[in-house]
């Protein structure tokens, strides 16, 4: 299938799971998985960091426009959109000319994908929190919230990966 079609229907279908599905999710009153975060972790590094940041923006934008939370996920997503190759660099330990296109393949090592994703889904949790919150007295609040939240998107997250890294082998 065309890459540019396969990653418009994983954009929309990421979005709809989202919406529909995970964000009715509240585990302890609290927890739910942020699936969509999967498209900007799988997206591919050799396209331009601008088309990346754009689609951030994108992503953050529908999910706001379509769960009414009034541009935290914008926020967020646009912020790890712009942070990702950074992330990148500090967890596969690699120069920004040598990230390979897939980050999140068979070949690349288990603690270097689960520091990669820590850091992409905490940053966005945080920065996702701190915008819902919007008070600075509750940090150690946002901080549980995001650190949890990150986990069980982990936890979510993990077995897509799998199954994206056997489908393209």
Do not use: C
């Not at 992409?120 to 008070?135: A, E, K, P, V």
């Not at 990150?150 to 082998?169: A, G, H």
């Amino acid at each position: 299938m065309n890459k540019t079609i396969r990653h418009i229907l994983q954009f929309i279908l990421l979005i709809l799971i989202q919406v529909f599905i995970l964000n009715n999710i509240n585990l302890f009153g609290y927890l739910n998985p942020y699936l969509y975060v999967l498209f900007l972790i799988t997206y591919s590094f050799k396209n331009n960091q601008s088309e990346t940041i754009f689609l951030g923006f994108l992503l953050g934008f529908s999910l706001d426009l379509l769960s009414q939370s009034a541009g935290a996920h914008t926020i967020a997503s646009l912020t790890i959109g712009f942070l990702r190759p950074y992330f990148a660099i500090f967890s596969f330990r690699l120069k920004l000319s040598e990230l390979p296109e897939n980050l999140i393949s068979k070949e690349t090592r288990i603690l270097n994908k689960i520091s990669f994703l820590f850091l992409m889904l905490f940053i966005h949790h945080f920065i996702l929190f701190f915008i819902i919150f919007l008070d600075p007295n509750s940090i150690l609040l946002i901080l549980k919230n995001s650190f949890f939240t990150s986990v069980f998107s982990i936890i979510v997250i993990w077995p897509i990966l799998t199954l994206l890294e056997i489908k393209n082998d």
